[in-house]
């Protein structure tokens, strides 16, 4: 029961209250802000998932690199609907996934998380080297989303005719969000988060009672790099733009602490951090020079004080709920 | 081709001395190193500030980035690593701490010596130039012949004083060693101070040839972890084989493919991947370390 009521509160509090405080603030450059913490929470929450299986994984910036690319050639080049470039950019990052997966996610622990780095590097230099990607020049001038209709019904406007895209992007990044979590959620508490679990612990242990482990940390992986590449390509959308170092290697290290922040061990951990880290930056803009000094203490201090992440934090008299 | 050996000696020396202090952090605490780039760079700037600037000797300002870095590295270790391997869950989270200070140490330099590149006067004039087939400047092959001296002490410490023999233990078993009398938290401490010390002595080193700049620090750490990787993790001389490979490897890839712009690093990466899916444990490091 508790459960609804949090969520239904978040819903109203993303979709009605936020848009309306920013109306009332006229903050119309919050919207930015948001949205892109609503598409870095997703990539987030696919590298989550990987630590889920018990690997680190610093490699989400190639695969939402990969995203980004897949889904601005499909636009600019073969005229695609944005929205239909969209599932085939997660979907191409997934395939990816899968055949660097198999060989690469034998590997464990500071060694998978050394290799995934390394792939970050690996898809950028690609993106500077072949053809298609245009080189260090980038792809520009990406168009907005088009409208999607059904039988005469505006299912979803056409970006460019709206007088807020800001606004319009905001809803489609935090609709997609929420999708995201929810399938997470769903899946942690499915036989295949469980799976997941035994593989956290004793990957040896749960293969011996039967689980097909190489089978379980492909998908996972894939299901990962989906997540990052839909985030890359509704990040490119927005930017309108993709350059071989839209996502690097600090991006992937971002997404990885992300999920740190929020706690490893939540389900909703790496939404919480995204928007801790990235508000965090922002609000520090103030202090000028100073800005990474104090956002570099303050995510040292608070790894003192709270290493298990965020939402370790107990609030007295109430019962925790792992996830 | 006696150019490239000798560019590769060269570029194969140093980055087995940065590889070395990650791998011994690595070796002792399981912790990885983030900011293992920007000790580098601090130590770079260190000795850019004593030598450059305030012009002592070019010894003493090496052994004040050696010193600096030390001290530097007990600390962090005492009160920050330490309390974190304790109170976290995952081990992992040290990486967030490792990450944090990496950007610490990047708002540091950027405020105490702001973001232009550093440079130092030379410390050896002329050039060494053999018929024109092998030209190597000198301050070069004094700076490679200080860093494999290094090295080798390096490895003799580790091997015959009672330290390094405490520290192999460590790294490898912490519990048996401990029975065995070994004070494991004041090991870990000097293991870690080491370990920041060999990075301040060659970016000491460096300073004289490359200079120095803020941005030095991120591609420093992954070329670090890739020699790392190359070698086997935890391993010391797995580190010294994957920093002399990788320095053999950008040295023939920069002569033969230097047409192709990036494409050497690409190539690098693409097999350093193939090599690790064949062979997960690197050159000579443990399974699953």
């Known amino acids: 029961m508790i459960q609804w009521t949090g969520l239904a509160v978040f819903l109203m509090a993303i979709f009605i209250a936020v848009p309306s405080f920013i109306a009332a603030a006229g903050r119309s450059d919050l919207y930015y802000t948001l949205t892109a913490v609503a598409l870095l929470s997703i990539a987030s929450a696919g590298v989550w998932l990987t630590f889920y299986i018990g690997r680190i994984n610093i490699g989400q910036g190639a695969f939402a690199l990969i995203g980004a690319y897949v889904s601005a050639i499909l636009v600019t080049k073969a005229g695609m609907s944005f929205w239909l470039s969209l599932p085939l950019a997660g979907l191409f990052a997934a395939g990816v996934a899968v055949v660097i997966g198999v060989p690469i996610l034998r590997l ?125 390509a509704m990040f490119g959308s927005i930017a309108q733009s993709v350059y071989p170092s839209s996502f690097q290697v600090a991006d992937s290290v971002n997404f990885m602490l992300n999920c740190f922040l929020g706690g490893l061990g939540y389900v909703f951990g790496p939404m919480l951090g995204t928007l801790v880290l990235y508000f965090g930056w922002d609000l520090l803009f103030e202090l000028g020079r100073f800005q990474l000094l104090a956002y570099s203490s303050l995510l040292i201090i608070l790894m003192l004080f709270l290493p298990n992440g965020l939402l370790s934090m107990r609030l007295p008299g109430k019962k925790g709920t792992d996830k | 081709m006696e150019q490239i050996l000798a560019n590769g000696i060269y570029l194969g020396a140093q980055y087995a001395m940065i590889a070395l202090g990650l791998t011994l952090i690595f070796a002792l605490m399981n912790v990885l190193n983030f900011a293992h780039g920007q000790m580098y760079v601090l130590g770079g700037f260190v000795t850019y500030t004593f030598y450059g600037q305030l012009g002592w000797p070019f010894v003493l300002a090496l052994l004040a980035s050696c010193l600096t870095l030390a001290v530097l590295g007990a600390l962090i270790e005492r009160f920050l690593f330490a309390p974190v391997i304790r109170r976290s869950s995952r081990e992992e989270s040290t990486m967030l701490l490792a990450a944090g200070l990496a950007f610490f140490f990047d708002a540091v330099i950027l405020l105490v010596f702001g973001e232009k590149q550093r440079g130092v006067p030379k410390i050896v004039d002329g050039v060494f130039n053999w018929d024109f087939r092998l030209i190597m400047p000198y301050d070069r092959i004094l700076i490679c012949v200080l860093a494999i001296l290094s090295i080798v002490s390096f490895i003799l410490f580790m091997q015959y004083s009672k330290t390094g023999r405490a520290l192999r233990a460590l790294a490898q078993d912490r519990t048996a060693a401990q029975l065995m009398g070994v004070n494991v938290a004041q090991y870990s401490m000097i293991g870690f101070a080491l370990g920041a010390m060999l990075a301040g002595l060659v970016g000491g080193l460096l300073v004289t040839i490359t200079g120095v700049n803020l941005g030095m620090g991120g591609p420093t750490s992954i070329k670090a972890f890739m020699m790392v990787m190359i070698g086997g993790a935890g391993v010391i001389s797995g580190a010294i084989a994957g920093g002399i490979i990788l320095g053999f490897l950008e040295a023939i890839g920069l002569a033969v493919l230097s047409q192709y712009g990036d494409i050497t690093y690409l190539l690098i990466f693409v097999s350093l991947m193939i090599f690790l899916a064949i062979r997960p444990q690197g050159l000579m490091g443990k399974p699953w370390g």
């Open chain 1, 108 to 232: 464990r622990g500071v060694y998978f998380a050394m290799i995934s780095l390394v792939l970050t590097q690996v898809v950028t230099l690609t993106a500077l080297a072949l053809p298609v990607t245009n080189g260090a020049k980038g792809i520009t001038s990406i168009p907005l989303p088009g409208g999607v209709s059904i039988l005469g019904l505006t299912l979803v406007p056409d970006f460019a005719t709206l007088e807020n895209p800001r606004l319009a992007f905001y809803y489609a990044a935090c609709v997609l969000m929420v999708l995201t979590f929810g399938a997470m959620y769903r899946l942690v508490n499915s036989r295949l988060g469980h799976l997941c679990r035994s593989m956290q612990q004793n990957e040896e242990l749960a293969s011996s009672i039967g689980v097909n482990i190489s089978y379980i940390r492909v998908i996972v992986f894939a299901i990962s790099s989906f997540l990052g590449g839909i985030g890359g």
